[in-house]
């Protein structure tokens, strides 16, 4: 066995993890879990409290007994694809690097390096010249907390990790991807850091996991409470994982007695000359949600007098729209920045209705503190809109850049919510709703396929059918970028995505996805 120091690579037998105690640690898909999302704060305080009179070291034996437990099941599953059952650990110098250690051998790094060397655990100070004859790749340098880039020995590991999972190799991250700040999902100090297949988590959920970098970075999420499950759920956090539990008791019934009364009546207003493909989109999209009856009230001239492929929708000049007749408002798509917009906008935000802005209303309230002043008087009000601004649109509101917002989504979603007191829904990868109360979620659905002209339009007309269907504002959003971005998902699965899906797709998938889940057939 080669001397080594913590910081240094392990090199494991799979014969060495299934060595390990044998008691059962429990493994969690977090997808459609509303779990809670704990920042390094959160952690902190639920490790400190969860030590408090256990053994020493029992945290990180049951951290590294979780991984050896899942990656016992990854091999027994790919038994038959030839992977070969060898696996290679690099270990960190900290606690992270003790996980990766506890994981070679079970049961502060220093006592899991001696537990791995007195297992007889191969241990060398340098990497090998080849990885491939490795099954799984195991990144264990570096855990939360990590406040500085990767250098030297690490940046250049987590460049070979990262190219063998891009060639379709096995990386398996504990806790977190080195190099990914668990708060933010942003990479720490704009350096490199690990692009794993897999990472196990450890406790509770990470924020950085689902959203920025973090989703193309940890791969495919398992969570491993490690008996700390009832500490972690106490945890003083209003961040959540959106999942359907969250609003699936607010959908209406279907019942035999209703009729489309029931379902609302929702109006679509944007459209200015030559821009009326956007709202008849979000009309379609608001038409397969559910709403009884769905209006566009388009603000140009020359639009067509009916949609041809959709009769059911009704089109008016917006003039000719009772608007303060509708339940619900969607504001925005192909609106324009004209004066006669600002106008439309004015005195739409004065109507007793519930509304959604969207894309050119944003950018009317950015440029017009007046309107910006009418919005959060609603909301003060008890009357919040919903928000769906993408980066820019939101960095507009905010008054500073798209990387500001994007360094912090958690916290740019706050400041929107308390600017403006509405539900915010921050678009992107790992979409931010957050409510004026202080609830928060992350949506962990949706992928490239969504990043095409239109989409936004899509899930404008998906929330304002769920408003007019009387959901409140913040779950109506939680469910409509819940079921956008499953529709992105469910259709890449079947071959239409990523590459080359349209947004005109979405709607479709979003009706089969809301009967298949919540209205079977009895």
Not at 50 to 77: K, S, V, W, Y
Not at 229 to 242: D, F, K, S, W
Not at 397 to 406: E, F, I, R, S
Request: net charge neutral; with cysteine.
């Amino acid at each position: 066995m080669t001397e080594a120091t913590p910081g240094t690579h392990v090199t494991s037998a799979a014969s060495a993890a299934s060595s390990l105690a044998p008691e059962p640690a429990t493994l969690l898909n977090p997808h459609d879990c509303p779990l809670a999302l704990l920042s390094l704060a959160n952690l902190r305080a639920v490790e400190a409290d969860a030590m408090a009179g256990l053994p020493p070291h029992t945290l990180m034996a049951r951290a590294g007994r979780a991984a050896a437990r899942f990656l016992r099941e990854q091999i027994a599953q790919n038994s038959a694809a030839a992977v070969p059952s060898t696996v290679w650990i690099a270990a960190g110098p900290g606690n992270n690097g003790g996980d990766a250690l506890v994981l070679a051998k079970p049961d502060d790094a220093r006592w899991a390096l001696a537990e791995a060397r007195a297992a007889g655990v191969a241990i060398t100070a340098a990497a090998p010249a080849s990885l491939e004859h490795y099954g799984w790749l195991i990144d264990g340098m570096f855990g939360i907390g990590l406040t500085r880039p990767l250098e030297g020995i690490f940046a250049t590991l987590a460049q070979h990790l990262s190219q063998r999972a891009k060639q379709q190799g096995r990386v398996l991250a504990l806790d977190v991807p080195s190099g990914l700040d668990s708060d933010t999902g942003n990479v720490v100090g704009a350096g490199s850091a690990v692009r794993a297949t897999h990472t196990i988590t450890f406790i509770g959920a990470k924020p950085g996991l689902f959203m920025a970098s973090g989703r193309d970075l940890a791969g495919v999420v398992t969570l491993a409470p490690i008996g700390v499950e009832r500490v972690a759920n106490a945890a003083r956090t209003t961040v959540q994982l959106n999942a359907p539990a969250l609003f699936a008791s607010f959908l209406p019934a279907r019942d035999f007695s209703t009729n489309k009364g029931s379902f609302g009546s929702v109006a679509v207003v944007g459209g200015d000359t030559g821009m009326c493909g956007a709202p008849i989109l979000a009309a379609r999209a608001a038409l397969y949600t559910g709403a009884g009856k769905v209006h566009v009230a388009l603000l140009g001239a020359g639009a067509p007098p009916y949609d041809p492929p959709h009769p059911e929708l009704m089109l008016h000049p917006v003039d000719d729209l009772p608007l303060d007749k509708m339940d619900a408002l969607a504001i925005g798509c192909g609106m324009g920045n004209r004066e006669r917009a600002s106008k439309v906008l004015n005195d739409v935000l004065a109507l007793d209705v519930p509304k959604l802005l969207d894309a050119d209303a944003l950018n009317l309230l950015a440029a017009d503190p007046a309107l910006a002043a009418k919005v959060a008087a609603r909301g003060a009000q008890g009357d919040p809109c919903v928000l769906t601004p993408h980066p820019l649109e939101a960095a507009r509101l905010l008054g500073c850049d798209a990387p500001t917002v994007q360094r912090d989504r958690l916290a740019a979603a706050c400041a929107l919510t308390a600017r403006f007191a509405s539900v915010i829904v921050l678009k992107g990868t790992g979409t931010v709703v957050a409510a004026p109360d202080g609830r928060f979620a992350i949506n962990p659905t949706g992928n490239a396929a969504l990043a095409t002209g239109g989409t936004g339009d899509v899930l404008g007309g998906i929330i304002g059918a769920l408003l007019a269907q009387r959901l409140p504002p913040y779950e109506a959003a939680l469910a409509g970028v819940y079921l956008h971005g499953l529709a992105a998902d469910t259709l890449t699965a079947q071959g239409d995505g990523p590459a080359g899906l349209t947004a005109g797709e979405l709607a479709s998938m979003v009706r089969k996805l809301l009967n298949r889940m919540f209205y079977p057939p009895a």
